[in-house]
């Protein structure tokens, strides 16, 4: 048994790695046709375009390794129910369970190392993707600053700080705003909610400070305040790309330091455990791939095994996404909208593993 292990196990890493190879190189391409025009236009050296697309690779990979893993998985089967192997197996007392456990496990050892790899590598590449981005393909003309729920932006005199933004609503949350002259700030508002309208931010539930030379203070309630600040909703977008790219852990710390503040955390929730859950659906595509190879008999080439791999890959990845913009919502529990995908894909492909036994 240790040696079918295995052969199996060389046979599909040998394939896994020429699917990997094949899907990076794919988006590689992707990514240098769409981002090579913007490097010429800021005229970037060598290294900066190289170091960019280094680190682009720890990205790529986490991303396919579900549709290697099919593919691979496919293929694998395919080739021993091309050479009759797997019927000689099957004939000889070994069940298809047993010669799918190896699969099954190198799949659970790659979801770990792709879990630890999200937590440790991926934060640091994305980091240094955008530190290019923002120095060298984008010019941060007034100043805006995204470091977890404190988001800090200048514009001319006026310097704002939000603790939250809300991609949901599209508003801004625990809102000070000072207005400086020189060092020195002439007022200071201080606002529940703010949200983009034609004339500009509008502050609700502010309260305005007036600083005067003379050290005196007046505080002025208004129910609203618009400010015709040029802070868009695209340049907000960072804020969700920020928290985009957290790993696990990081994600549970900043939703912990959300609740304190008495804010809403359940799309965040739902992120964090989509975190947890998305590595580990090369498990469920081993699960998936191994009936559709064996079903298709002789029949199973590349060609075939790319396009069952891609079919199935987009079901899940599609049906995923819509649960878990689900739990973002509060229409399912985050913990059940982030595994819910997974939960069942998998048992589709043990109730079809089933049936081939019978």
Do not use: W
């Given at each position: 048994m240790r040696i079918l292990t295995r052969a199996i196990l060389a046979l599909f890493f040998r394939l896994l790695?020429?699917?990997?190879?094949?899907?990076?190189?794919?988006?590689?391409?992707?990514?240098?046709?769409?981002?090579?025009?913007?490097?010429?236009?800021?005229?970037?050296d060598a290294?900066?375009?190289?170091?960019?697309?280094?680190?682009?690779?720890?990205?790529?990979?986490?991303?396919?390794?579900?549709?290697?893993?099919?593919?691979?998985?496919i293929l694998t089967l395919g080739i021993l129910v091309r050479n009759n192997e797997l019927t000689a197996?099957?004939?000889?007392?070994?069940?298809?369970?047993?010669?799918?456990?190896?699969?099954?496990?190198?799949?659970?050892?790659?979801?770990?190392?792709?879990?630890?790899?999200?937590?440790?590598?991926?934060?640091?590449?994305?980091?240094?993707?955008?530190?290019?981005?923002?120095?060298?393909?984008?010019?941060?003309?007034?100043?805006?600053?995204?470091?977890?729920h404190n988001i800090w932006y200048r514009d001319g005199s006026l310097v704002m700080r939000a603790e939250l933004f809300d991609p949901g609503t599209k508003n801004l949350k625990g809102i000070t705003l000072w207005n400086k002259k020189g060092h020195l700030p002439q007022t200071r508002t201080e606002a529940e909610a703010g949200s983009l309208t034609t004339g500009g931010w509008q502050f609700s539930g502010a309260r305005v400070w007036t600083f005067h030379d003379d050290a005196q203070v007046e505080v002025s309630p208004a129910a609203t305040v618009v400010i015709p600040l040029r802070l868009t909703l695209e340049d907000l977008k960072k804020v969700t790309d920020y928290t985009s790219n957290m790993g696990f852990f990081e994600l549970r710390r900043y939703a912990r330091e959300?609740?304190?503040?008495?804010?809403?955390?359940?799309?965040?929730?739902a992120d964090m455990h989509a975190r947890a859950a998305l590595p580990f659906s090369a498990c469920v595509m081993v699960l998936l791939g191994m009936p559709y190879a064996v079903r298709s008999g002789r029949s199973v080439s590349a060609a075939l095994g790319i396009g069952q791999s891609l079919g199935i890959g987009f079901a899940y990845f599609v049906i995923n996404a819509l649960l878990i913009s689900l739990g973002h919502n509060g229409l399912l529990p985050p913990l059940v909208a982030a595994w819910a995908a997974n939960s069942i894909f998998a048992l589709v492909g043990i109730w079809l593993m089933l049936t081939l036994e019978q």
């Open positions: 790695g020429l699917c990997l190879g094949a899907f990076s190189l794919i988006f590689l391409v992707i990514e240098f046709l769409d981002k090579m025009r913007r490097f010429s236009r800021v005229n970037a290294a900066t375009i190289g170091f960019y697309f280094l680190n682009k690779i720890p990205e790529i990979i986490s991303q396919v390794i579900p549709f290697g893993v099919l593919l691979a998985t197996l099957r004939s000889g007392g070994i069940s298809l369970h047993a010669i799918g456990r190896p699969l099954l496990a190198a799949a659970l050892l790659l979801s770990v190392l792709t879990f630890i790899s999200n937590e440790l590598l991926l934060p640091v590449t994305v980091r240094n993707i955008r530190d290019i981005e923002e120095t060298k393909l984008k010019k941060n003309e007034y100043g805006a600053v995204f470091r977890q959300l609740k304190k503040g008495g804010y809403d955390v359940t799309r965040y929730l």
